[in-house]
C-alpha cells in the first residue's frame, strides 16, 4: 500500500540483510537457507516496487554502490527529508567491518546461492580491494 502512495518516498539498500548473517556464527548450510529465503523476499519486495502501480518515490541502492559514497547517498536522503535546509554531513555513520565479505558471498556461490542483490564486491578479504575510498566531504561556498 505505501508504494502506491504518490506522496512516499521509499530508499533501499539491497543486500543489507546479509551483513547480520556474515557476522553470525551460525553454521554455513543454515546461514545459506536463510540467505537465500532473505534475498526472494528482498527481490518480490523489488518487484512491488518496480510495478507500474508504484506511485511512490523509490530509490535503490546496491550495498556495493552504497558502501563506495555513503556520504553522498546519505546526504541525497537528508535534503530529500528535511523540512529546512540542515548542516551538511560532516562524517559518516560507524561502518560495520566487512572485511572477508567478499569471501563469504563467494562462499555463498559455491553452495549454489547467487546472492545478486549486494553489488560487486571484491572475493578477496579486504573490501576495500576494488571499491574506491569515500570521498571526504567539503563545503563549497
Known amino acids: 500500500m505505501i508504494a502506491k502512495d504518490p506522496n512516499a518516498q ?3 539498500i539491497t543486500g543489507a540483510w ?3 548473517l556474515f557476522n553470525s556464527n551460525l553454521n554455513f548450510s543454515t546461514i545459506r537457507k536463510m ?3 532473505l534475498q526472494k523476499v528482498e527481490s518480490e519486495h523489488l ?3 518496480r510495478s507500474p502501480y508504484t506511485k511512490a518515490r523509490v530509490r535503490v541502492w546496491t550495498m556495493a554502490e552504497f558502501i563506495e559514497t555513503p ?3 546519505l546526504q541525497a536522503l537528508i535534503d530529500e527529508i528535511s523540512p529546512r535546509a540542515l548542516p551538511r554531513l560532516t562524517e559518516a555513520p560507524t561502518m560495520s567491518d566487512l572485511g572477508g565479505f567478499g569471501q563469504f558471498l563467494q562462499n555463498l556461490k559455491n553452495q549454489g546461492m547467487h546472492p545478486h542483490l549486494m553489488g560487486d564486491f571484491p572475493k578477496g578479504d579486504d573490501p576495500d580491494q ?4 569515500a570521498r571526504k566531504p567539503y563545503l563549497v561556498k
Do not use: D, G, R
Open 130 to 133: 576494488t571499491l574506491q575510498p
Open 47 to 49: 518487484n512491488t516496487l
Open 35 to 37: 540467505a537465500a529465503k
Open 10 to 12: 521509499i530508499s533501499v
Open 71 to 73: 556520504m553522498e547517498h
Open 18 to 20: 546479509a551483513v547480520p
